[in-house]
């Protein structure tokens, strides 16, 4: 199966804490590497994490450019990882890349090549992402070459072909803050209380038992 995250409440964690805004996203950092595990044991075969909004590079500078710092040490991490090859993981990057820095795009861009051949599972990072902007970059694609805009083509266009059968957001909020706009209109959403860095492994089975007990009618 396909899950969605919306990766929510670091800022606030480390609020509760009397923390800087960056120390959670440190705490959250540390929880994603141990969710590619718990998937891998669940048995979940592919993972689209919204990591970076195009609206959140309106933060404070600072906490941008920390962010951004994270992304680079954890992408490195993953390059030099052996388990991703040893275990078919393919990975791929989502967003509108060409706004980040140059330094932190090569790396990206050296992941999806080294991967690019792997099947068994598949990462997609959400970074630098809107949901609108990536229709209307798929619509421009079709008017450009002359194409049918209609669904098969968009889909085809757009960053991510694949839909999520679950979308899980952390965090306490109910929306979907612009998050795959097209290919979650039949995913089963579930919202959770908890922070991201609070998120433990029984919070995830639980959300993959409730979604088994969901029926889905697709609007049927």
């Known amino acids: 199966m396909h899950i969605g995250i919306i990766i929510d409440g670091n800022r606030r964690f480390a609020k509760q804490r009397a923390k800087e805004?960056?120390?959670?996203?440190?705490?959250?950092?540390?929880?994603?590497?141990?969710?590619?595990g718990w998937c891998r044991d669940l048995g979940v075969k592919e993972l689209t994490l919204y990591c970076f909004s195009l609206e959140n590079f309106k933060r404070p500078e600072k906490e941008v450019e920390f962010l951004m710092k994270i992304?680079?040490?954890?992408?490195?991490?993953?390059?030099?990882?052996?388990?991703i090859m040893k275990d078919g993981?393919?990975?791929?990057?989502i967003g509108k890349k060409e706004l980040l820095k140059e330094e932190l795009q090569e790396l990206m861009?050296?992941?999806?090549?080294?991967?690019?051949?792997?099947?068994?599972?598949?990462?997609?990072?959400?970074?630098?992402?809107?949901?609108r902007q990536e229709i209307l970059q798929a619509v421009k694609k079709l008017a450009e070459n002359k194409e049918e805009i209609n669904e098969e083509n968009l889909t085809?266009?757009?960053?991510?072909?694949?839909?999520?059968?679950?979308i899980i957001r952390t965090g306490g909020e109910k929306r979907t803050s612009n998050f795959l706009p097209w290919q979650s209109v039949y995913s089963e959403w579930i919202f959770?209380?908890?922070?991201?860095?609070?998120m433990t492994k029984q919070d995830l089975i639980?959300?993959?038992?409730?979604?088994?007990?969901?029926?889905?009618?697709?609007?049927k």
């Open 206 to 219: 639980n959300a993959l038992e409730e979604f088994k007990n969901r029926e889905r009618r697709f609007g």
């Open 156 to 166: 085809k266009n757009l960053w991510l072909s694949d839909s999520p059968d679950l």
């Open 89 to 93: 993981v393919k990975i791929k990057f």
């Open 21 to 36: 805004p960056w120390k959670g996203h440190e705490e959250g950092a540390k929880t994603l590497e141990e969710f590619f």
């Open 109 to 131: 861009k050296r992941i999806e090549k080294k991967t690019e051949k792997n099947n068994n599972y598949i990462i997609n990072f959400a970074i630098a992402y809107g949901g």
């Open 192 to 198: 959770l209380d908890k922070m991201w860095p609070e």
């Open 71 to 83: 992304f680079k040490k954890e992408f490195a991490k993953l390059e030099k990882d052996k388990r």
